[in-house]
């Protein structure tokens, strides 16, 4: 499946290919995507929080490497090369108990096998910053049987 550099068609290709995923089960949603920058949304629920009521690290973290590891889709033939994510870092800055996380990932840097990303993730309702991290997507070949 190639994903097409049209807005609606890639929408299309993003919902189908995440069905039955974390990014369904957890309610992400894609709100906009470009060639060097992608912003997708979860919002704080139970599926999402630790005992203590507030946003789990971890959901944080799958949050941004979600936003990467799709942009990292974006305009390849994934019939051909499929990103996987090899390195994540983050650091938490704030939590939140409610509301909706905002994440805006932005290309550092691309070569042929490798892309590198900056995500921060905002309380969507006032845009403090929650988590920044860093992510780094290998495109592996897709091998022909």
């Not at 090369?81 to 550092?108: D, T």
């Not at 892309?115 to 403090?128: D, K, N, P, R, T």
Request: net charge neutral; glycine share 8%.
């Amino acid at each position: 499946m190639q994903f097409p550099k049209d807005k609606q068609a890639w929408l299309k290709g993003f919902d189908q290919i995440h069905l039955h995923t974390a990014i369904e089960n957890l309610g992400i949603t894609l709100e906009s995507i470009s060639d060097d920058q992608i912003v997708l949304v979860m919002p704080i629920s139970d599926k999402t929080r630790q005992p203590y009521g507030m946003l789990h690290g971890g959901a944080s973290m799958l949050l941004a490497e979600t936003a990467a590891s799709v942009h990292a889709t974006w305009g390849i033939d994934i019939n051909e090369v499929q990103p996987v994510g090899i390195e994540i870092n983050g650091s938490h800055v704030r939590s939140a108990r409610e509301g909706h996380v905002r994440a805006v990932g932005k290309v550092v840097r691309r070569t042929r096998s490798l892309i590198f990303h900056q995500v921060e993730l905002y309380l969507l309702e006032s845009g403090e910053l929650l988590s920044t991290a860093r992510v780094t997507n290998f495109y592996r070949s897709v091998t022909k049987e």
